[in-house]
């Protein structure tokens, strides 16, 4: 890139917004108008832009070009306690929302527990999620209206803060999960949901490692309110725990139905806590290492339990972290023979293969699709980005 075309994105972003220490540079558009103009320019002159957040989710290297940082996109989250809306820039983070919404007793669908440090925008944009955001449901499915910007700088609006905003086909759902292929997130709006009455954890330790399977369709029968699931397991021993919420003499129930069946399948230390309190414990636990080795599963809800005892029992000192009600699983380890083992069984219970970040680090997002999916997404960016600009080391041919 030349000096002049160089110029002419500090000109628009202004000097102070363009970090020239780092190669590539680094724009941080202080508006949707600059966001807007960077593309234009960018289409028009060939560049290459990188879209970053907070760098939670892995990517492969970038090449020359320019690097859109949206971190500091992050306006105030304008909340709508008695709409249950929120009107979020793409910069704010996940525990930062979480934090305002709690303080306006309303709640977002997002766990701050490992993807707090995410930007909403971000979060959206990968499709990806925190260990634990299935007590709710998936961010994109909260998600009810976004404006964000096409490869050629035009401002594309999606949805709004009713479904009657919805009329042909629904922008926000495509955007959502497309990894900064198609397009460039400015706001969101969120519907939130009000606080629970009451929301307990109940998490057992067990030596032995359990029948999985069984004592996760057990609890998932015998408890009668909102709950969410989570298995821990590493060196010689596991841990369940279920955060149970709703009316307060019915999450008491379920948290000592729970308790009870942890116990009668072996488990020596059984302890119930605010999940507040259960939260912070894990958050100040490594409970699973993010380094390049860590893998994903998703699979049906009804087959996860069999797959974490198969992993546990081809080796229990692999660190394995579970969600059952959203068919999640996520394990470290990096023994390729393993996750071959691993990939034959989740596709024979109806699963994906193991997604691990290495993969995505050194061949992008390609291998989540399947070759029908690819050729698709393919053809999409041909049409709605057709000099490649946007993120173009994420879909690495």
Do not use: W
């Not at 260990?131 to 961010?139: D, F, H, I, K, V």
């Not at 996860?304 to 005892?309: A, E, Q, R, S």
Request: charged content about 20%; aromatic content about 6%; proline content about 6%.
């Amino acid at each position: 890139m030349n000096d002049g075309t160089l110029k002419s994105f500090e000109s628009i972003t202004g000097g102070a917004n363009v970090d020239m220490s780092v190669d590539p540079p680094v724009l941080r558009p202080p508006d949707e108008h600059s966001v807007a103009e960077v593309l234009k320019k960018s289409t028009s002159e060939g560049v290459s832009v990188f879209i970053k957040g907070s760098g939670t989710m892995p990517s492969p290297a970038y090449n020359d070009g320019i690097v859109l940082d949206m971190k500091g996109f992050s306006g105030k989250a304008v909340i709508d306690r008695d709409d249950f809306m929120s009107v979020i820039p793409a910069g704010v983070t996940v525990e930062t929302l979480a934090s305002e919404a709690g303080n306006n007793g309303v709640r977002l669908p997002l766990d701050s527990l490992y993807g707090g440090k995410a930007t909403l925008g971000g979060a959206f944009m990968s499709g990806f999620a925190g260990l634990s955001a299935y007590a709710a449901r998936p961010l994109r499915d909260a998600v009810t209206g976004t404006r964000c910007v096409a490869a050629d700088g035009a401002v594309v609006t999606g949805g709004g803060k009713t479904a009657k905003n919805v009329t042909g086909y629904e922008l926000t759902r495509f955007f959502a999960g497309t990894m900064g292929l198609f397009g460039v997130v400015t706001e969101l709006i969120v519907k939130l949901e009000p606080l629970p009455q009451s929301r307990m954890a109940v998490s057992g330790v067990f030596k032995k490692i359990p029948d999985f399977q069984r004592l996760l369709l057990s609890i998932d029968t015998a408890i009668r309110c909102a709950a969410q699931t989570e298995v821990f397991t590493g060196p010689e021993k596991a841990e369940v725990a279920v955060i149970v919420e709703g009316l307060e003499s019915v999450v008491l129930s379920s948290a000592d139905i729970a308790g009870n069946l942890m116990s009668d399948a072996g488990a020596y230390d059984i302890a119930t806590a605010p999940a507040g309190e259960y939260i912070l414990r894990r958050r100040g636990e490594n409970v699973l290492p993010m380094e390049t080795d860590f893998h994903t599963v998703t699979l049906p809800p009804a087959s996860t339990g069999i797959l974490v005892g198969f992993i546990v029992n081809l080796d229990h000192h692999i660190p394995v972290v579970a969600h059952p009600r959203a068919g999640k699983l996520h394990f470290v380890s990096g023994d390729t023979s393993m996750v071959g083992m691993v990939r034959e069984k989740s596709l024979a219970l109806g699963g994906k293969p193991p997604v691990s970040r290495s993969d995505i680090v050194r061949h992008g997002v390609a291998g989540l699709f399947s070759s029908s999916e690819l050729d698709m997404v393919r053809a999409l960016k041909r049409e709605l980005d057709p000099k490649n600009i946007l993120n173009p080391h994420i879909l690495i041919p």
